[in-house]
């Protein structure tokens, strides 16, 4: 099997790391010249409510990982 056992585990960091670093560098660089009906800059609280989401989804699975 691809990965062992831990191929949830493996999924849920990758997500949430993606997540988390996504939403972060989406606040910190805006895009230069947004297109129109684009927004010039990322919402902040969405932005950092899908962060903490994504970090802790990350944490989760990289305890997983580690209790086995």
């Known amino acids: 099997m691809l ?3 831990d191929l ?3 999924l849920v960091l990758a997500l949430g790391g993606a997540l988390f670093v996504g ?4 606040m ?3 895009p230069p010249t947004p297109k129109p009906g684009e927004l010039s800059r990322a919402p902040v609280g969405r932005s950092l409510l899908m962060a ?3 970090g802790v989804a990350a944490l989760w699975a990289v305890g997983s990982l580690l209790a086995k």
């Open 3 to 5: 990965l062992g056992d």
């Open 8 to 10: 949830l585990a493996w």
């Open 23 to 26: 939403n972060l560098l989406a």
């Open 28 to 30: 910190l660089r805006p």
């Open 52 to 54: 903490l989401i994504g």
